[in-house]
């Protein structure tokens, strides 16, 4: 795991934010935590950054039946 996160940054950064989404007590700061946590994991090409995060989070998370109004709800936040 060590070797990873020093020879992928994204990975490493996901994981940053991913561990100060639990040391804030303010909603609004651990939701954008969270979120920039899901960007450094699936933002390769910067192209279409909110379009990529709802759809891989959608599938992460959520059963297929949810799948479709979870999308729209992350890509609104």
């Known amino acids: 795991m060590t070797k990873m996160m020093s020879e992928n ?3 490493s950064r996901a994981l940053d934010y991913f561990d100060q989404s639990f040391s804030v007590n303010n909603i609004s700061v651990k939701l954008l935590c969270l979120i920039a946590s899901l960007e450094s994991l699936f933002n390769y090409d910067k192209e279409k ?16 039946d949810k799948k479709d109004k979870t999308y729209s709800r992350i890509k609104k936040l």
């Open 9 to 11: 940054k994204e990975y």
């Open 49 to 64: 950054i909110a379009e990529k995060v709802s759809t891989y989070t959608s599938k992460l998370i959520f059963d297929k």
